[in-house]
């Protein structure tokens, strides 16, 4: 357990697998909201200020590039570092999401929720470059 309490915001429109991610991390001690669309990460992502948001791309209302430029946009929420988590690889795709200010492009079918949990404090402690790969 952590001495102080992470927040993390898990952004994906698909229930299954926000779920077995949110588990793993809240089995890590971390403490986790989802939020099912786009326009509702944004709004929370301002509200409760997280540690670490996970990004997915393909998201209903707004889609994850269009959150990340709102994020990146706000004074407030500037700082947020932000990891994107697609079904999406093609490299146009993960280019411009590290140009948006995401830190990293996982791919699900490559990430596990142990994979995830594990990069949490590196990510936290990471200035919001994203890392080139």
Do not use: C, H
Not at 41 to 57: H, S, T, V, W, Y
């Amino acid at each position: 357990m952590r001495d102080e309490e992470v927040q993390v915001l898990f952004v994906e429109d698909d229930p299954a697998v926000a779920q077995m991610y949110k588990l793993k991390l809240e089995l890590d001690g971390y403490v986790v909201t989802v939020a099912p669309d786009g326009e509702a990460g944004l709004r929370m992502a301002r509200e409760d200020r997280p540690d670490i948001i996970f990004l997915d791309i393909r998201l209903p209302k707004m889609d994850g590039f269009a959150v990340l430029e709102e994020l990146r946009a706000d004074e407030q929420t500037k700082e947020i570092p932000v990891v994107i988590l697609s079904n999406y690889s093609e490299q146009e795709l993960v280019e411009r999401g590290l140009n948006l200010g995401a830190l990293e492009y996982l791919i699900k079918s490559e990430t596990t929720p142990a994979k995830l949990s594990k990069g949490v404090e590196g990510w936290r402690s990471e200035p919001s470059e994203p890392r080139r790969s």
